[in-house]
Nanobody, 124 residues
Framework: QVQLVESGGGLVQAGGSLRLSCAAS????????MGWFRQAPGKEREFVAA????????YYADSVKGRFTISRDNAKNTVYLQMNSLKPEDTAVYYC?????????????????WGQGTQVTVSS
């Protein structure tokens, strides 16, 4: 069982930065690939970024590539999402998720555990 708690969301102006954190409980955090998803009002949840169990592999949605960076600290049971050059279209609730396995996972069905989400609002 893995419990996830996101933090770091808030209101920021376009062009600004935020760093989201996701703290995980449980001793098996380092065995799980992790991901970030987001859901904007009236839209379906979409993939943002993923990282494998040891941080050696990452993958990004085209819409955030070059602006967002996913990382993890297994000693702290935490995964991060550094978001730079934020745009109004990045406004959404951001969710952290833990995958079933250790390798990169990109689809929501591959993730067993989800956080409650943190709101990110980017003003123009």
């Amino acid at each position: 069982q893995v419990q996830l708690v996101e933090s770091g969301g808030g209101l920021v102006q376009a062009g600004g930065s935020l760093r989201l954190s996701c703290a995980a409980s449980g001793r098996t955090f380092s065995a799980h690939a992790m991901g970030w998803f987001r859901q904007a009002p009236g839209k379906e949840r979409e993939f943002v970024a993923a990282i494998n169990y040891n941080g050696g592999k990452t993958y990004y949605a085209d819409s955030v590539k070059g602006r967002f960076t996913i990382s993890r600290d297994n000693a702290k049971n935490t995964v991060y999402l550094q978001m730079n050059s934020l745009k109004p279209e990045d406004t959404a609730v951001y969710y952290c998720a833990a995958a079933k396995g250790w390798d990169l996972a990109l689809d929501a069905y591959e993730f067993d555990y989800w956080g409650q989400g943190t709101q990110v609002t980017v003003s123009s």
